[in-house]
């Protein structure tokens, strides 16, 4: 079946921009998480979407980057008034139900501030 | 603050030999453990999981498990060119299941 998509592949913005980047999770997955990973980088949480329970943002790093989750599926993570150190690859994943299921990850999103 | 550390490497075998990656994980709550293999400008892909202390192997994948010196390996016997890319460690705290990733492992299988 499908994976994790994401789009878009690549975004280029200026400083100050509102950028907005979408997640479609694989169909029926109930959990999704958004990752970032900077050049050289592990993977840094951000956010995780579990059903219909208020989302866990305790990795956001700061009040610029939201994320939402519409119906259950679709997610898009905003950054407002980007700044040179957002550039990074932004992935996301989803599972199924229950904390030992496997995350799936998505191609990601290369993010670029200049 | 609940850290997974990993040596950045990077590590170097010859192809055939077993590569060893290892991590450390900080809290004694941690339940599930992850091993992840990226290849560069490419996602994660899942390489093996563990729960319970001791081995689990899969083909020439070996995760080892020691929860009580807070510890998870990954062994890759007979290593070929291909498995060169980077290894992340990751640890679940079974809150919610969000994983938190070490830096990763630069493997590097030399033919």
């Known amino acids: 079946g499908a994976g994790v998509s994401q789009s878009p592949s690549n975004k280029v913005t200026e400083k100050g921009k509102d950028v907005e980047l979408r997640c479609d999770p694989i169909s029926g997955h109930t959990a999704l998480y958004w990752y970032r990973q900077s050049l050289g980088q592990g993977l840094e949480f951000l956010i995780y979407?579990?059903?219909?329970?208020?989302?866990?943002k305790s990795g956001l790093p700061s009040d610029r980057f939201s994320a939402e989750r519409t119906g259950g599926s679709v997610s898009t993570l905003t950054i407002q008034r980007t700044q040179q150190e957002d550039s990074a690859v932004y992935l996301c994943?989803?599972?199924?139900?229950?904390?030992?299921?496997?995350?799936?990850f998505g191609p990601g999103t290369r993010l670029l501030v200049l | 603050q609940k850290e997974v550390e990993q040596n950045s490497g990077p590590l170097s075998v010859p192809e055939g030999a077993i590569a060893s990656l290892n991590c450390t994980y900080s809290d004694r709550g941690s339940q599930s453990f992850f091993w992840y293999r990226q290849y560069s400008g490419k996602s994660p892909e899942l390489i093996m999981f563990?729960?319970?202390?001791g081995d689990k192997e899969d083909g020439r994948f070996t995760a080892q498990l020691n929860k009580a010196s807070q510890y998870v390996s990954l062994l890759i016997r007979d290593s070929q060119p291909s498995d060169s890319a980077t290894y992340l460690c990751?640890?679940?705290?079974?809150?919610?299941?969000?994983?938190?990733f070490g830096q990763g492992t630069e493997l590097s299988v030399k033919p």
């Open positions: 994943a989803s599972k199924a139900g229950g904390p030992r299921e496997t995350q799936y």
């Open positions: 990751a640890v679940s705290f079974n809150q919610g299941g969000k994983l938190i």
């Open positions: 563990i729960y319970s202390n």
């Open positions: 979407f579990q059903g219909n329970s208020a989302p866990d």
